[in-house]
């Protein structure tokens, strides 16, 4: 697990999940993210195809009912 120490914005969600995805060795097995329905989500979503290949962005997010 990773401590968050700034804002939840959704590149810095984005950044540090995909620390933490590459710290176990995850980033081949990655293929959707169960996310609230918050604003930021959308961003780290969209951000996360920057940090980790093969993730697709909005298409890979599941949203929580």
Sequence with gaps: FHRLTSRH???YLAR???DC???F???TKLHALTMD???N???LAD???N???GFRGKLSRVRCF
Excluded: M
């Design 9 to 11: 914005t959704g590149d």
């Design 16 to 18: 540090t999940t995909a």
């Design 21 to 23: 995805v590459r710290q």
């Design 25 to 27: 060795g995850l980033e």
């Design 37 to 39: 329905n918050a604003s």
């Design 41 to 43: 989500c959308d961003l």
């Design 47 to 49: 951000e996360l195809t």
């Design 51 to 53: 940090h980790i290949d």
